[in-house]
């Protein structure tokens, strides 16, 4: 019996063409790792809170953690911030409202 041949043969190529290069260097891309314009990010805001005793700084948002580490803010100020925070987060562990039973 004689030998099959392979329908997917490789086709070699010609001694005198080169395959194209790939390009020596790729596109640069802007760096985005320390060019931020919108200020440091939460969970750094939120390292800094924590070094320095802020209570709860894990339910506050963003803009409340720059508020309370910024320079010139009171304690009561942050309190009240904090305060506000914490009243925000019991807020959404309720049972909801009561819904009316629809007759059958």
Same mark, same amino acid.
């Given at each position: 019996?004689?030998?099959? #041949?392979?329908?997917?043969?490789? *086709? ?6 080169? #395959? ?16 931020? $314009?919108?200020?440091? $990010?939460?969970?750094? *805001?939120? *390292?800094?809170? #924590?070094?320095? +005793?802020?209570?709860?700084?894990? !339910?506050?948002?963003?803009?409340? *953690?720059?508020? !309370?580490?910024?320079? +010139? ?7 009240? !911030?904090?305060? +506000? ?6 807020? /959404?562990? +309720?049972? /909801? #409202?009561?819904?009316?039973? !629809?007759?059958?």
């Amino acid at each position: 019996m004689p030998a099959k #041949k392979n329908k997917t043969t490789k *086709l070699k190529a010609k001694p005198g063409t080169k #395959k194209p290069k790939a390009p020596a260097k790729a596109p640069e891309k802007p760096e985005t790792f320390g060019a931020r $314009s919108n200020g440091p $990010s939460r969970n750094e *805001l939120m *390292l800094e809170a #924590k070094a320095r +005793g802020v209570k709860n700084f894990r !339910i506050l948002n963003k803009q409340e *953690l720059a508020e !309370i580490l910024k320079d +010139g803010t009171t304690q009561e100020r942050a309190n009240e !911030i904090v305060a +506000g925070a914490v009243a925000r987060w019991k807020n /959404g562990w +309720g049972t /909801g #409202k009561r819904r009316e039973k !629809i007759p059958t």
